[in-house]
């Protein structure tokens, strides 16, 4: 989990994501979440990459509860948001879409991913439950509990 950085929220970033927007689905592309947060620069950044060499190889946005839609996941005070992860084409199969799960995971909250892009069987490999259940764009609704001792 060492290699999973916080990215910080200016120009540069939206920079490093361009390669996302050439590769991906354009409903992972992260525009409007990034200006968004350029606009409230108040906030933490909830952006976080796996750099190989210079560029990003993979992205997620890690939100807290309450800063995004709240459906499909009341049972909860504390729980965080895992969004939009994406590894770019020429890094998949290397570990890095499962390096950044453990990572929200390690905060040891509970955690509701939104499986775009065909990745439902992904966060249910990784122990995410599925809630059978769709979002308002009509994507899966996934969970993963963190083990109580």
Same mark, same amino acid.
């Given at each position: 989990?060492? #290699?999973?950085?916080r990215?910080?929220? #200016?120009?540069?970033?939206?920079?490093?994501?361009?390669?996302?927007?050439?590769?991906?689905?354009?409903?992972?592309?992260?525009?409007?979440?990034?200006?968004?947060?350029?606009?409230?620069?108040?906030?933490?950044?909830?952006?976080?990459?796996?750099?190989?060499?210079?560029?990003?190889?993979?992205?997620?946005?890690?939100?807290?509860?309450?800063?995004?839609?709240?459906?499909?996941?009341?049972?909860? #005070?504390?729980?965080?948001?895992?969004?939009?992860? +994406?590894v770019?084409?020429?890094?998949?199969?290397?570990?890095?879409?499962?390096?950044?799960?453990?990572?929200?995971?390690?905060?040891n909250?509970?955690?509701?991913?939104?499986?775009?892009?065909?990745?439902?069987?992904? %966060?249910?490999?990784?122990? %995410?439950?599925?809630?059978?259940? #769709?979002?308002? +764009?009509g994507?899966?609704?996934?969970?993963?509990?963190?083990?109580?001792?």
């Amino acid at each position: 989990m060492g #290699n999973v950085k916080r990215l910080d929220i #200016n120009y540069k970033t939206d920079e490093l994501f361009a390669d996302f927007r050439e590769t991906s689905d354009p409903n992972l592309a992260m525009i409007d979440e990034l200006a968004g947060e350029m606009i409230d620069a108040s906030s933490d950044s909830p952006f976080y990459g796996i750099f190989i060499g210079e560029k990003i190889g993979a992205r997620m946005a890690l939100y807290e509860n309450g800063e995004v839609e709240e459906k499909h996941f009341p049972d909860y #005070n504390k729980y965080l948001i895992l969004w939009k992860l +994406e590894v770019l084409p020429s890094f998949q199969s290397r570990g890095l879409g499962t390096e950044l799960v453990d990572y929200a995971k390690a905060a040891n909250l509970p955690i509701k991913a939104i499986a775009r892009n065909k990745s439902r069987d992904f %966060f249910v490999k990784h122990g %995410f439950t599925d809630l059978h259940s #769709n979002n308002d +764009e009509g994507y899966d609704v996934l969970i993963w509990e963190p083990e109580t001792k």
